[in-house]
Structure formats: C-alpha cells, structure tokens
Nanobody
Framework: QVQLVESGGGLVQAGGSLRLSCAASGRIVSINYMRWYRQAPGKEREWVASISSGGRTNYAESVRGRFTISRNDAMTTVYLQMNSLKPEDTAVYYC????????WGQGTQVTVSS
C-alpha cells in the first residue's frame, strides 16, 4: 500500500521559514487533490492548503499570503513553503492525498518560538 512520508518540520523562530515535503512511496493514480492539514495541541485538525490535479491552489485565511503549496509534475510529492511563521502556526502538519482512496501521512512537528 502506498504511504505518504512528510519531512521538513522542526523548530524555528517567529518570522522564520520552513519547507515541508510529503512524498508518496509509490504512484497514486487518479489524484483529485493534495492537501496539508495541521493539528495544534488540544485543537481539532484543520485544513491549511490544497492543490488540485489541475494546479489550482486554495489556502486557509490564517495562512494566505504566507504559505505556498506546490507539487511536482508527477504528483508524487507535495510541498508547503511556510514563511513569516508565527507561534500560532505551531502544530503537527499532515499531508493528505485524495484519489480513489484517501491517504494520510504520519505528520511532522512544526514548532515556532516567539
């Protein structure tokens, strides 16, 4: 079964940047969307950004203008460039691929210090 593996998380100071990656262990066919979610301690998981198979992007209001989602042409990897990070961006970040099945990664921790 195809797995999603995130990387790129870590500790950064407020105002800094991180780039998350999410790579599929194999090819996923008929992808509709690739997304990023995050879950902060004590809070529900929330949607952050998405990119469609056609390349259209959408962002949560809280990250618009600071985060950029992208993917490679083969749609095997999705990225999240995070700039101007704030302490409230601290969370575990998960990637998600919607195809005939729904795939989730295991998550990567992002901690932003003030």
């Amino acid at each position: 079964q195809v797995q999603l593996v995130e990387s790129g998380g870590g500790l950064v100071q407020a105002g800094g940047s991180l780039r998350l990656s999410c790579a599929a262990s194999g090819r996923i066919v008929s992808i509709n969307y690739m997304r990023w979610y995050r879950q902060a301690p004590g809070k529900e998981r929330e949607w952050v950004a998405s990119i469609s198979s056609g390349g259209r992007t959408n962002y949560a209001e809280s990250v618009r203008g600071r985060f950029t989602i992208s993917r490679n042409d083969a749609m095997t990897t999705v990225y999240l460039q995070m700039n101007s990070l704030k302490p409230e961006d601290t969370a575990v970040y998960y990637c998600n691929v919607e195809a005939n099945l729904l795939y989730w990664g295991q998550g990567t921790q992002v901690t932003v210090s003030s």
